[in-house]
């Protein structure tokens, strides 16, 4: 590692004595890289055992890694913190400038700790920290809006990044999400709400500084070739075509679609919201992160009418992916791709993750209609399949905690069940709420088993997908042992923090070779250790504050609606659980005892 890299260097941020210091912890960059590997390790110093989620124990951590601001599509940054959803880790990946901005204003990490007594946002420009009053920010109800005001006031030059919450953040939604440069996301596991909790409305980072390489010539080669298979790759094409919409007919043709609350696995509407539907009806421009050229970011333009005069309109550019697509629409029943926008800028205005708030809104459908709530509950929304104006009050309803019912809904679909019945079919692992993939049992091991309970965890869709077409079906031992693998690696690129859809890129020979360059000497044999031990770290604190995997949650709605390999059993997925503890090197007493303590 170069020795006078910035990398090392984090940055500590006190929102309760207004103070900041820097401290260089070469040590754990040069044992865990960066990102990931750095930041769990952070999490683990600076959270006491069994923090309020909501108190100002609960630090937030950014990290970033050796690859960022080097080479392409190297453009995550990592957050970590404990979860207000599900009382366990919290761990976010989001693009946009976030990663180069940090690594520009000359840092490898950024934790904030402790809470502020109004509401604040700060601007972080390279070695200065400022605490500025965000009162009049605060309560804003657009998130566009924030941004913008923001950029306004905050002048000057250099690379920058402006991450901000919406009112679902004030107002303390456990699964409410972070906003990066208005079209990329904290999304999951509800930092927006930790934000909400520190009264830090926002955050603005912005540098300038430059990174050293150690052999300039073996750099621009390597680049090259990276650059080079990134915008030649056939799936990297698809992703700046049709974006991850283009995932919608395939899951559906293979019967892996969750749709209205899994009661069925395939969508009759699933064309009319395909990723080849939307580019055809609304694609108005693609976006790409900071120093990514594949620019999977896809923009939908909505064109809708001002009710002051005829024959004027305004024209929105909303995001769409899809999981939102799943989860607000095959999930809600909803085939109209126009309907679809309109809820995906619900969301996005008020600050919601889409996955959570699509899972919880489909159960209350069901619950609705087998009688489990009533239209007291819903404040008059009589909750039906595919008609999304109810959805969008809904939502506003959740946002503003309207009342008790609502409340609940705000709390996550595990818990708004627990109250009032259904919980058989309330999907969600590890409190978290289900992602878009019924494809299987490794899928479905995934999400258990994952740091994160997602499906950004351990691609089982994908051990799903192969065993689909080769006809086999793997035992939970080898399923478990698959996962463990692909988690292994994973937990590097997101150390590098390289992006996952370029996975296929960034193979260990890739990774020795761009970290060579940088001036680390590491083996593929190093980074698997490396990895393995990351992967750990995780479930050390998971273990710590309360997961216990021998008692985990398993949706019986999950177990009942069969999957391309058929159906699963609970059987099957306790066997995998064992058996992928057991891999990491944890026994069922240490799971126990863990669990326990």
């Not at 609960?58 to 979860?83: C, D, Q, R």
């Not at 946002?121 to 923001?150: P, Q, T």
């Amino acid at each position: 590692m170069i020795d006078k890299d910035p990398l090392a260097r984090v940055l500590f941020v006190d929102l309760s004595s207004r103070r900041y210091w820097i401290e260089e912890r070469r040590e754990l960059f040069e044992k865990y890289l960066g990102g990931a590997g750095v930041a769990i390790q952070l999490l683990k110093e600076k959270c006491i055992q069994g923090a309020d989620p909501y108190g100002p124990r609960n630090p937030i951590v950014f990290a970033v890694g050796p690859l960022n601001g080097v080479f392409p599509i190297a453009s995550k940054t990592v957050a970590m913190f404990k979860s207000p959803l599900n009382g366990n880790l919290g761990e976010s990946h989001a693009g946009g400038r976030s990663a180069i901005s940090i690594r520009m204003a000359g840092y490898g990490a950024v934790v904030i700790q402790g809470s502020s007594d109004i509401p604040i946002y700060l601007a972080i420009k390279d070695e200065k920290v400022n605490f500025r009053d965000a009162s009049v920010l605060w309560g804003m109800g657009n998130s566009y809006s924030v941004g913008r005001v923001i950029r306004e006031r905050e002048l000057g030059a250099g690379i920058r990044t402006i991450m901000r919450i919406g009112r679902a953040g004030e107002r303390l939604v456990p699964y409410a999400s972070v906003i990066t440069e208005t079209y990329r996301h904290f999304g999951r596991l509800g930092l927006g709400a930790v934000f909400g909790s520190k009264k830090l409305k926002a955050l603005l980072v912005s540098g300038n500084r430059m990174i050293k390489v150690r052999d300039a010539k073996s750099y621009r080669q390597t680049y090259n070739e990276i650059f080079t298979a990134l915008t030649t790759s056939p799936l990297m094409k698809k992703y700046h075509e049709l974006g991850t919409p283009m995932n919608v007919d395939p899951l559906n043709e293979m019967k892996a679609l969750p749709t209205r609350n899994l009661q069925q696995a395939c969508f009759e509407g699933a064309e009319l919201i395909s990723g080849e539907s939307f580019a055809k009806n609304h694609l108005g421009r693609r976006v790409a992160c900071a120093h990514c050229p594949v620019s999977c970011i896809h923009l939908g333009a909505l064109r809708e009418a001002y009710d002051i005069e005829p024959y004027f309109y305004r024209t929105k550019m909303i995001s769409y992916d899809y999981e939102l697509i799943y989860a607000l629409g095959s999930m809600l029943g909803i085939c109209s791709s126009r309907d679809l926008l309109k809820l995906f800028d619900e969301v996005e205005i008020h600050g919601l993750d889409a996955m959570s708030t699509g899972v919880a809104l489909a159960w209350a459908t069901e619950a609705q209609a087998k009688g489990l709530i009533s239209n007291e509950e819903t404040s008059g929304i009589n909750l039906k399949w595919g008609e999304s104006e109810g959805y969008i009050n809904a939502i506003r309803f959740i946002v503003n905690r309207s009342n008790e019912f609502y409340r609940e809904m705000g709390e996550g679909v595990e818990k708004v069940a627990k109250k009032y019945g259904g919980s058989e079919f309330a999907l969600s692992f590890g409190g978290n709420e289900m992602p878009g993939y019924h494809t299987g049992p490794a899928a479905l091991l995934g999400h258990l088993t994952g740091a994160r309970h997602s499906h950004l965890d351990s691609a089982g869709y994908s051990i799903d997908q192969k065993a689909f077409a080769n006809r086999n079906r793997l035992d939970p031992v080898k399923t478990a042992s698959l996962l463990i693998e692909e988690e292994r690696w994973r937990q590097i690129l997101s150390s590098l923090v390289v992006c996952f859809f370029a996975r296929a890129i960034y193979t260990p020979e890739t990774v020795t070779k761009a970290l060579g360059v940088m001036g680390w000497d590491l083996t593929h044999d190093d980074l698997n250790e490396i990895g393995f031990d990351i992967l750990r770290a995780k479930y050390e604190f998971k273990l710590r504050e309360g997961y216990d995997s021998k008692n985990a949650r398993i949706p019986k709605r999950v177990l009942d609606t069969p999957t391309p390999l058929g159906s699963v059993t609970e059987e099957y997925l306790r066997q995998g659980m064992e058996a992928y503890m057991s891999q990491l090197g944890f026994s069922s007493e240490t799971v126990c005892a863990k669990a326990g303590s």
